[in-house]
């Protein structure tokens, strides 16, 4: 008889007391040619973030030119003075770097990771890239065309076509928020190196830009390591640029943007409401979560979950511009798709949905679901330096004070069920959304007219 063996069971772990969290802060200082800096030491975080925010925002591209700043972003690792696009490319490879840089409505972001003990090399190709940039004819007439090649794929997904027809229902046509935020294909077609170099010269300098470091950054002298990078970078100093404040009309109406056939239609619903420099904002971002921030949200639960309309609808708030004197802005936003033949009857469950929070309010428990989603994962959203330093710099483009994030944090914990039910109902009011379809017109337009929530335009999807 074989003699069974016998299994020694260890005693199951146990959490731990959970240690406190909060936002990090950054060092503030600068350069001697002006450029802010704001660092952050993370231990253990060997692949450093840097974040360079430059004051060209898409409101000072001259008339005609819209998509001149993401041509310019893109040049930027295109060549400088002392390599070739393709040696530049190269250089970066070998330091294990990645940079990329973008342009949206309040400016031109170049982003760099690199390994630590690769940071000086790294920082000084981008040193390169903002003192010196080739802007050579070539290289910008290749970006051209290869901007000019996005533009139809982007017509074609129906969730662009919906943020394209809704930012210009909601803006006035000559404020450049009306248009693409990388132009459209007549005014990228007449961009040239001149446009572009003339654009940097203009609006690019280090007095108007900021710098911001995240990572480990034990044994790096990273003033001696900026000063010979970024402090080599020099420009004149320039007047702060006023910004124009932020105007739309939210009144309430429906265009459908018309794809005969399409099997599904593309939801996009929204209006401008307040930015982070309202105190309503956390509520705000409170409210707006118990709404559609999520799977257990209230949208999902009724047009996913009840009415299988959907694999998911988001309600969201995205900062447009942001200024201390109260003239920036935010998105609020809806968004999805549903089958084509449902669009009439989700639209309806959807302003029901609305109805029904502003009469009933949340409850405490999605109050403190959403909470605790919010809050309680932000330790794991900003563990990387990557995640640390786009929201430091997010904090830069929008004037926001260094303690920012680590304040909201703490007001999302203490806001209440009332106040967060009350700024989502005013961020939503059923009266006062643009409403865009993407979908078959012939289909979709007479069940949406019936529900009357505004007047119904057709638009062709060209």
Same mark, same amino acid.
């Given at each position: 008889?074989?003699?069974?063996?016998?299994?020694?069971?260890?005693?199951?772990?146990? *959490?731990?007391?959970?240690?406190?969290?909060?936002?990090?802060?950054?060092?503030?200082?600068?350069?001697?040619n002006g450029l802010?800096?704001?660092?952050?030491?993370?231990?253990?975080?060997?692949?450093?973030?840097?974040?360079?925010?430059?004051?060209?925002?898409?409101?000072?591209?001259?008339?005609?030119?819209?998509?001149?700043?993401?041509?310019?972003?893109?040049?930027?690792?295109?060549?400088?003075?002392?390599?070739? *696009?393709?040696?530049?490319a190269a250089e970066?490879?070998?330091?294990?770097?990645?940079?990329?840089?973008?342009?949206?409505?309040?400016?031109?972001?170049?982003?760099?990771?690199?390994?630590?003990?690769?940071?000086?090399?790294?920082?000084?190709?981008?040193?390169?890239?903002?003192?010196?940039?080739?802007?050579?004819?070539?290289?910008?007439?290749?970006?051209?065309?290869?901007?000019?090649?996005?533009?139809?794929?982007?017509?074609?997904?129906?969730?662009?076509?919906?943020?394209?027809?809704?930012?210009?229902?909601?803006?006035?046509?000559?404020?450049?928020?009306?248009?693409?935020?990388?132009?459209?294909?007549?005014?990228? *077609?007449?961009?040239?190196? *001149?446009?572009?170099?003339?654009?940097?010269?203009?609006?690019?300098?280090?007095?108007?830009?900021?710098?911001?470091?995240?990572?480990?950054?034990?044994?790096?002298?990273?003033?001696?390591?900026?000063?010979?990078?970024?402090?080599?970078?020099?420009?004149?100093?320039?007047?702060?640029?006023?910004?124009?404040?932020?105007?739309?009309?939210?009144?309430?109406?429906?265009?459908?943007?018309?794809?005969?056939?399409?099997?599904?239609?593309?939801?996009?619903?929204?209006?401008?409401?307040?930015d982070r420099h309202?105190?309503?904002?956390?509520?705000?971002?409170?409210?707006?979560?118990?709404?559609?921030?999520?799977?257990?949200?209230?949208?999902?639960?009724?047009?996913?979950?009840?009415?299988?309309?959907?694999?998911?609808?988001?309600?969201?708030?995205?900062?447009?511009?942001?200024?201390?004197?109260?003239?920036?802005?935010?998105?609020?936003?809806?968004?999805?798709?549903?089958?084509?033949?449902?669009?009439?009857?989700?639209?309806?469950?959807?302003?029901?949905?609305?109805?029904?929070?502003?009469?009933?309010?949340?409850?405490?428990?999605?109050?403190?679901?959403?909470?605790?989603?919010?809050?309680?994962?932000?330790?794991?959203?900003?563990?990387?330096?990557?995640?640390?330093?786009?929201?430091?710099?997010?904090?830069?483009?929008?004037?926001?004070?260094?303690?920012?994030?680590?304040?909201?944090?703490?007001?999302?914990?203490?806001?209440?069920?009332?106040?967060?039910?009350?700024?989502?109902?005013?961020?939503?009011?059923?009266?006062?959304?643009?409403?865009?379809?993407?979908?078959?017109?012939?289909?979709?337009?007479?069940?949406?007219?019936?529900?009357?929530?505004?007047?119904?335009?057709?638009?062709?999807?060209?």
């Open positions: 008889m074989t003699e069974l063996a016998t299994m020694e069971f260890h005693a199951q772990p146990q *959490a731990g007391e959970p240690k406190p969290w909060a936002f990090p802060a950054p060092e503030r200082g600068s350069l001697d802010t800096v704001l660092r952050c030491h993370r231990p253990g975080q060997q692949v450093v973030a840097v974040e360079v925010d430059l004051d060209a925002p898409l409101d000072a591209e001259p008339a005609g030119l819209d998509g001149l700043a993401t041509i310019m972003a893109r040049a930027f690792s295109e060549g400088t003075d002392k390599h070739s *696009a393709e040696e530049f970066l490879e070998r330091c294990g770097a990645t940079l990329d840089a973008h342009a949206d409505h309040p400016g031109v972001r170049l982003s760099l990771e690199v390994p630590v003990s690769r940071l000086a090399k790294a920082l000084g190709l981008v040193a390169d890239a903002l003192r010196a940039p080739a802007f050579a004819d070539g290289e910008i007439e290749r970006l051209v065309r290869n901007r000019l090649d996005e533009i139809p794929h982007e017509l074609a997904n129906p969730a662009r076509r919906a943020a394209k027809e809704l930012y210009k229902e909601l803006f006035p046509a000559d404020t450049r928020m009306s248009r693409p935020r990388q132009g459209t294909e007549g005014t990228v *077609a007449t961009i040239d190196s *001149a446009a572009v170099r003339a654009f940097y010269e203009k609006h690019v300098r280090p007095a108007t830009a900021t710098a911001v470091v995240v990572g480990d950054l034990t044994g790096v002298d990273l003033d001696a390591l900026l000063g010979d990078t970024l402090g080599a970078w020099t420009g004149s100093a320039a007047e702060p640029r006023p910004v124009p404040p932020v105007t739309a009309d939210d009144s309430g109406r429906v265009v459908i943007v018309d794809r005969p056939g399409a099997v599904q239609t593309q939801l996009l619903i929204g209006r401008t409401g307040s309202d105190r309503v904002w956390p509520a705000q971002v409170l409210g707006t979560y118990c709404l559609g921030g999520t799977l257990t949200s209230r949208l999902d639960r009724v047009l996913r979950e009840e009415k299988g309309y959907t694999y998911g609808v988001r309600a969201f708030g995205q900062v447009l511009r942001s200024a201390p004197d109260g003239t920036g802005a935010a998105m609020l936003a809806i968004s999805g798709s549903v089958d084509t033949p449902n669009t009439g009857p989700a639209l309806d469950d959807l302003w029901t949905v609305l109805r029904k929070l502003a009469a009933e309010g949340l409850t405490d428990a999605e109050r403190d679901v959403a909470v605790q989603n919010l809050v309680g994962v932000a330790p794991l959203k900003y563990e990387t330096a990557a995640a640390v330093a786009s929201t430091l710099a997010d904090q830069v483009e929008q004037h926001l004070p260094d303690d920012y994030q680590a304040t909201l944090y703490r007001q999302l914990a203490a806001t209440g069920t009332v106040e967060a039910t009350a700024a989502v109902v005013n961020a939503f009011p059923v009266d006062r959304l643009v409403t865009v379809l993407v979908g078959d017109a012939a289909q979709i337009k007479e069940p949406v007219q019936a529900l009357g929530i505004g007047e119904v335009t057709v638009v062709s999807a060209e």
